[in-house]
């Protein structure tokens, strides 16, 4: 059982790897295939089984014929009634009939006969008993028969194979053909139609995932399934669009609570005489405001900002151009089209957080932008240090930094990467690290078209 079960398993995984990928081409197959199957198994039915029993009584009505054309020849030897049976037989009959004198030599009949050879073959076999000669294959389409008579006569027969073949053959075919056409034309509509709905929610859900706007979309065709799917999808998408408003609010709320009192704070401080104590506290303070501003950031996400095209490359300059005004040594290249639909500000601020960390542990950084089938890669490249590869997935978690002395000068509060992943995703792509070879850390940042 277990063989058996190995192999019902490799044929399920080639059918799957050599199937079409889409769902209307194989449902299609699964249609088409058994349709096709029955039409095969129909004509080749009505071929071997009505074919083969019409040719079959055919041919013995032909031996019949025969046998009443070689009666009559024996019982009227003379020449006027050999031309009337030559006469009538081409008339009535439709058989070319002559007689000459001689004798058949010892025939063997080849390995191999059409339908109708055979069937001739048997019919002789079975009810004339006389020798006889058979050729299928004389042109004309018409068949020879040589037959030999009591009176040292011989027989010849041109029998044409309308007098052994139905006639109805071809309408047959051609009536198959059309059925065929007309089942898959309805099969295709039909699925076409089925298909059109979960099409539409995909690509709601693609823009979705690519935190794109989505109208209110709902649908009245289509099976339950898909109804209730595109309901769920809806309900889905309802209930995220208010937790991220929820978020927001709440934390305009956050923002507003949490600076109040770092502002008394910081006048407090103000008010105090100078002292190292004083000065310490000053920097607890500040370090609390930017901590608290690189959260609020992180949560805030990309706000209410909408998705419109934009000239990516137009983005990257602006970035660029903001890190050479701090006299920062950025490279930029730009390879095909930069348009991409996205949220200008949030990916600003992403790339502005790769390029920041870039140029905060390195000297020099590289951006390279490169449009794919599917998305657009931005690789910034830095001379720093770098990160070990294990600890890569680890400087994405929110306030986590390699220098565990949380000196402000040293890094941030360890919120960029995190932030600039959390944009990318936004938009359904995704931000990665590897080795640079300019000697550092390498950020891809993927944006999908």
Not at 6 to 15: G, I, K, M, P, Q
Not at 111 to 122: A, F, L, M
Not at 169 to 183: E, I, K, M, R
Not at 329 to 336: A, F, R, S
Request: hydrophobic share 45%; charged share 25%; glycine share 8%.
């Amino acid at each position: 059982m277990k063989r058996i079960g190995d192999l019902f398993e490799t044929v399920a995984t080639w059918a799957d790897r050599h199937s079409p990928q889409t769902l209307f081409a194989r449902a299609l197959i699964i249609i088409v295939v058994p349709m096709l199957i029955l039409q095969a198994l129909s004509a080749y039915w009505f071929y071997s089984q009505r074919g083969d029993n019409v040719t079959n009584r055919l041919a013995f009505l032909l031996v019949r014929d025969l046998r009443a054309l070689i009666a009559m020849r024996h019982d009227f030897p003379d020449e006027a009634h050999r031309l009337w049976i030559v006469h009538h037989a081409q008339i009535d009959l439709l058989m070319d009939v002559s007689f000459r004198k001689g004798i058949i030599e010892q025939w063997k009949p080849p390995d191999h006969y059409d339908i109708v050879g055979r069937e001739v073959q048997g019919a002789l076999d079975a009810d004339l008993k006389r020798p006889y000669f058979i050729d299928n294959d004389v042109g004309g389409n018409q068949l020879l028969l040589e037959i030999q008579l009591n009176n040292g006569d011989i027989m010849t027969v041109r029998v044409p194979h309308l007098r052994l073949t139905f006639g109805s053959s071809f309408a047959y075919v051609l009536a198959q053909l059309g059925l065929a056409l007309v089942l898959f034309g309805l099969a295709i509509w039909f699925m076409r139609r089925e298909l059109v709905p979960i099409e539409h929610l995909g690509v709601a859900a693609d823009a979705l995932g690519k935190g794109r706007d989505i109208p209110d979309f709902a649908f009245s065709g289509g099976t339950r399934e898909v109804r209730n799917a595109a309901r769920a999808f809806q309900t889905m998408r309802i209930r995220l669009s208010r937790s991220i408003q929820q978020r927001t609010e709440m934390l305009a709320g956050v923002s507003h609570d949490l600076r109040t009192p770092l502002t008394r704070m910081k006048l407090s401080l103000a008010l105090l005489p100078d002292s190292p104590e004083t000065k310490e506290l000053g920097d607890d303070v500040a370090d609390m405001e930017r901590m608290i501003e690189g959260y609020l950031a992180f949560a805030r996400g990309e706000g209410d900002e909408e998705t419109s095209p934009v000239d990516l490359s137009e983005v990257l300059e602006e970035v660029v151009a903001g890190a050479r005004r701090d006299s920062a040594d950025v490279g930029l290249g730009v390879e095909g089209d930069m348009h991409v639909e996205l949220r200008p500000l949030a990916m600003k601020r992403c790339l502005t957080n790769v390029l920041s960390n870039a140029l905060r542990h390195g000297t020099r950084a590289e951006i390279r932008a490169v449009r794919g089938r599917t998305s657009v890669e931005v690789i910034v490249d830095d001379n720093g240090p770098g990160i070990p590869p294990d600890r890569y997935e680890d400087v994405f978690r929110p306030f986590y930094r390699l220098d565990e002395s949380r000196n402000v000068e040293t890094g941030g509060v360890g919120l960029g990467l995190t932030i600039a992943r959390d944009v990318a995703r936004s938009h359904g792509g995704d931000v990665s690290l590897a080795a640079s070879p300019l000697g550092g850390l390498r950020v891809i940042v993927r944006i999908p078209l």
